[in-house]
């Protein structure tokens, strides 16, 4: 099974989901991806500009373009790559990703990277988030 395909913003956002989104399809599709990730965290992630693997079930996609090209969207996405220090195409196991998240994202703070996030007040990301504190750190 091959590598899944993000975005920078649906880093975090993976762990706030909470089985709510577009549509049944784009809810099912999320599922799926965290679920994966989840079992297996040695899941290559490469980070993309643009739609990527949640999007694929997004009711706004018309064959692989975004039919509802929000510039907040790729400015979020700027924001959580420079926090991360992540360039467009950076690729890693997923394991590695989340000791990232865990040591440069305060999930109390996410208003600094997430500003004009439709789903930032409902504080399902800082709620995961947090949860990152019990990741172990990466083996040298």
């Known amino acids: 099974m091959g590598g899944i395909r993000l975005r920078a ?33 040695e899941t290559s992630i490469q ?7 949640v999007c694929s079930a997004c009711p706004h996609m018309d064959e692989g373009t975004c039919n ?18 992540f360039e467009e195409g950076y ?3 997923w394991a590695s990703i989340l000791v990232i998240i865990r040591d440069r994202i305060d999930p109390f703070r996410l208003e600094d990277v997430c500003n004009g996030c439709r789903w930032l007040d409902l504080d399902y990301c800082t709620n995961g988030l947090a949860g990152l504190a019990d990741v172990p750190a990466a083996e040298e």
């Open 9 to 41: 913003h649906h880093l975090l956002c993976i762990h706030g989901f909470r089985g709510q989104g577009y549509s049944p399809l784009f809810v099912a599709n999320m599922a799926r991806l965290v679920h994966r990730l989840e079992k297996s965290p």
């Open 47 to 53: 980070v993309v500009n643009g739609p990527d693997d």
């Open 68 to 85: 509802r090209p929000d510039q907040r969207v790729d400015e979020l996405d700027q924001r959580v790559r420079a926090k991360l220090g």
């Open 91 to 93: 690729s890693a196991e």
